[in-house]
C-alpha cells in the first residue's frame, strides 16, 4: 500500500546503486541524509541530453529533489555539488564496499545522519588519497555502531572494569571484550574462545578513540570488525570485499 505522498527538496544525498529501468530511465539508490537509503526513478535519465546524464555518479555530492508516496519516489531534480575528485584505482573498490555495505545493512527510509557524515569525510578521504585501511575501519566502526550494534571496546564485559592496556582479550559477540585469563578461569571457557578474535587491551582503547595509527591497532581492528560485519551480514558474503581480495593475490 502506497505511503502519503511527500516532496523532498535540497536534500544532500550519495548515488548508491543505479539500475537501467524500461528504455531510458533508471532506479537509482540513494543515501541522503535526513532520509537514509531512498530509492528513486529517474525519468529519461539514459537518454542522450538528459540533464540527468552526467549528474547522477557515485561519490559524488548531490543535492536531490524527489516526490512520491510509493517504495519508489520520483526524481524531481539532481545537482551537482562539485569539490569532489573522481575516486579510481583501489580507492573505487573500496568506495564500492562502503556502498555495498549501506545497501545490505541499512533499511529503507531509515535516517542515519550520524552514518551519513561518516561516509562522507570516509570518499573525501579516498579522493584524497589517504591510507584506505584507517578509512574504511573508522566507518566499519561508525556503521556497526549507528546500527545500534554495541561494540563494547573500553570495558571489560565480565568485570565492569576498565581495560588494560598490555592484557589480551577475546572479543565474545554480543558480549564484548572479556580478559582471557578470566575466561581461562570459566568452567565454559574453553567453549567460549572458539574462533572468537583474540585483541590487545590497547588496540581496543585506541579503537574507543577512533585512532588507528598503530601498526597493531590497524591488523587487529580489521579482524575483529570483519567478525563483527560478517555476523551482522548473517554470513552473506560480499561482492566488493571478494574483487578486493582478488586485486591483493594478482
Known amino acids: ?108 527510509e531509515d535516517a542515519h545522519p550520524r552514518l551519513f557524515a561518516a561516509y562522507a569525510d570516509a570518499v573525501g578521504a579516498l579522493a584524497r588519497g589517504e591510507a584506505e585501511s584507517p578509512i574504511l575501519r573508522r566507518f566499519e566502526l561508525a556503521l556497526l555502531q549507528d546500527l545500534g550494534y554495541e561494540v563494547g571496546l573500553a570495558t571489560d564485559a565480565a568485570t565492569g572494569s576498565g581495560l588494560q592496556p598490555d592484557a589480551r582479550y577475546l572479543y565474545i559477540i554480543e558480549r564484548g571484550p572479556v580478559r582471557l585469563e578470566i575466561l581461562e578461569q570459566e568452567q565454559d571457557g574453553g567453549a567460549a574462545l572458539g574462533e572468537q578474535p583474540l585483541v590487545s587491551g590497547q588496540t581496543l582503547l585506541d579503537m574507543a578513540a577512533n585512532d588507528f595509527t598503530r601498526a597493531e591497532t590497524l591488523l587487529q581492528s580489521k579482524q575483529l570488525l570483519r567478525v563483527l560485519i560478517n555476523h551482522t551480514l548473517g554470513g552473506q558474503p560480499l561482492q566488493s570485499r571478494r574483487v578486493l581480495k582478488e586485486l591483493q593475490e594478482l
Request: proline fraction near 6%; hydrophobic fraction near 45%.
Open 1 to 108: 500500500m502506497a505511503g502519503p505522498r511527500q516532496r523532498i527538496e535540497q536534500q544532500p544525498a550519495w548515488v548508491l546503486h543505479t539500475l537501467p529501468w524500461r528504455e531510458t530511465s533508471l532506479i537509482v539508490d540513494l543515501f541522503a541524509r535526513d532520509h537514509g537509503r531512498v530509492a528513486l526513478v529517474a525519468k529519461g535519465a539514459r537518454r542522450p541530453h538528459s540533464q540527468l546524464r552526467g549528474v547522477l555518479m557515485a561519490f559524488q555530492p548531490l543535492l536531490i529533489d524527489w516526490s512520491g508516496g510509493g517504495e519508489v519516489k520520483t526524481l524531481a531534480r539532481a545537482e551537482w555539488l562539485g569539490g569532489q575528485p573522481l575516486l579510481g584505482g583501489r580507492a573505487l573498490l573500496c568506495g564500492y564496499y562502503l556502498n555495498e555495505l549501506l545497501l545490505r545493512l541499512t533499511a529503507r
